[in-house]
């Protein structure tokens, strides 16, 4: 069951998404993570998204056969999981092994702008 926030971010959580399906099908591996990265940031407050976009960056590692990737996904569910709902997220961070998962980042500003566009319509 999502909540408003869940619901309210999903459209550009789901277009990061997709960019990141269609740069993976054009051969561009990294920049489809890049994408997998913002959705994390976009929806990381909301558990669905969080653990779905985790789940996701999961499989791209496993189709890249990188496995300090797929241990530290197994490793960012399991918090997402847990945490998410706890508040325990820190802001900007971008999900991927190559960030501590304690570390807060700075947020582009046009995921921030649809981050407070969801946010305000709770």
């Known amino acids: ?10 459209d550009d959580v ?7 399906e269609a740069r993976e099908a054009e051969g561009f591996a990294a920049k489809a993570f890049q994408h997998l990265e913002s959705a994390h940031v ?16 999961l499989s791209w590692a496993v189709r890249q056969n990188d ?7 197994l490793f960012r569910i399991i918090g997402a999981i ?3 709902a706890l508040g325990l997220v820190p802001a900007g961070n971008t999900g991927g092994t190559n960030v501590s998962p304690f570390k807060k ?11 407070t ?3 305000q319509r709770t």
Do not use: D, Y
Request: aromatic share 6%.
């Open 42 to 57: 976009l929806g990381q407050e909301s558990t669905w998204w969080h653990v779905k976009v985790h789940c996701l960056m």
């Open 117 to 119: 566009k969801a946010k």
């Open 1 to 10: 069951m999502m909540n408003k926030f869940a619901r309210n971010i999903a």
């Open 105 to 115: 980042l700075p947020i582009k500003p046009e995921n921030q702008a649809a981050i």
């Open 67 to 73: 496995a300090k990737e797929c241990l530290g996904q």
């Open 14 to 20: 789901k277009s990061e998404i997709l960019l990141a």
């Open 82 to 84: 847990s945490k998410t």
